[in-house]
């Protein structure tokens, strides 16, 4: 059996990782391999590079989970990056004009 993904966790807007310590505990518990990435909220681009550093330290399987906002940040962190399996999203409304976050 593979071993399994790392699983990536972007916290929304007025959060911060601390927000999935039940979540990384009981992954930890399991063997799975989980990041919880601390936004810096200084801007859009910050909060993407702030994901893409982390995924730098993670496996070649990547599940990155993006929460509000973090939905947002993951659908523009993930570009380009192969390690990166499958987006899921929660509590996330699609924004059609997402370029507009970054300006």
């Known amino acids: 059996m593979a071993d399994p993904a790392t699983v990536a966790l972007v916290h929304g807007a ?3 990782a601390w927000c999935w310590d039940k979540v990384v505990a009981q992954l930890a518990d399991a063997h799975v391999p989980v990041i919880a990435v601390d936004l810096p909220f200084t801007s859009f681009h910050d909060d993407v590079n702030a994901v ?3 995924l730098d330290t993670a496996s070649d399987r990547v599940v990155l989970c993006g929460h509000s906002y973090g939905g947002a940040v993951i659908s523009e962190a993930d570009a380009g990056v192969d390690s990166v399996r499958h987006l899921v999203y ?9 370029h507009h976050l970054g300006e």
């Open 14 to 16: 007025w959060h911060g």
């Open 52 to 54: 893409r550093k982390a």
């Open 90 to 98: 929660l509590d996330y409304c699609v924004l059609l004009h997402l």
